[in-house]
């Protein structure tokens, strides 16, 4: 668990089942990510098992952002991946209602403490070009950018480009 000034960062249970479809099921909240918009609260469900069952492996990071003041899950942020340099990549996303208040940039400062807290020495992101909010948020939280990469799309069958940065443990 994590602690910051507004929010707790804990392990996902299956009660934010609800929490997740809010965001997944919301066409303005994945148009920036690698997965589908969520048809119904069978999608989220089976998704949220998957997730549950991962914890199994004590090294899988990956934390529901709850607001302090109303116990809210208002996002979840996780390591999406690891690069053959055994460099973490994060991800995130949150519900359109709390967009602009700050909440991901500070779950992602908080996120590359942890990381870096407990050993790692560079992270990366990744962030459409489009997508201006997070973008900011990958910018505000430090991370500097290196490069741009085409990846192609699957969900809508299209090239994008992604802009890549990193952070490194100073
Ligand atoms: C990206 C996302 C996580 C940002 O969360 P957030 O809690 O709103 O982020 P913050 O409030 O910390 O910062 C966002 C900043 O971008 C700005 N912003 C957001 N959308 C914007 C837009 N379309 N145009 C211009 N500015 C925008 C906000 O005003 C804020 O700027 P400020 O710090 O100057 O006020 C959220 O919008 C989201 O979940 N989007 C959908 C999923 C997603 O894109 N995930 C990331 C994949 S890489």
């Keep these: ?21 809010a965001w997944d099921s919301d066409e303005e909240v994945t148009r920036f990510v690698t997965f589908p918009v969520h048809k119904s609260k069978k999608d989220t469900e089976k998704i949220l098992d998957f997730w549950l069952s991962k914890y199994k492996a004590p090294d899988t990071i990956r934390f529901a952002i709850e607001i302090k003041e109303s116990s809210e899950v208002m996002g979840m942020i996780d390591v999406i991946g ?8 994060i ?15 500070e779950a992602c400062k908080a996120m590359v403490n942890h990381m870096f807290e407990i050993g790692y020495r560079k992270i990366l992101i990744k962030a459409m ?14 991370f500097s950018f290196i490069k741009k990469e085409k990846v192609y799309l699957e969900k809508s069958d299209k090239n994008v480009t992604l802009n890549v940065y990193e952070i490194n443990k100073a």
């Design 91 to 105: 991800g995130y996303a949150s519900a359109k209602k709390y967009w602009g208040k700050g909440y991901m940039t």
């Design 1 to 21: 668990m994590i602690e910051t000034e507004r929010l707790v960062l804990r392990k996902l249970k299956e009660s934010d089942l609800d929490y997740i479809y």
């Design 82 to 89: 690891i690069t053959s340099e055994g460099y973490p990549e």
């Design 129 to 142: 070009i489009e997508n201006i909010g997070s973008n900011k948020v990958i910018e505000k939280t430090g």
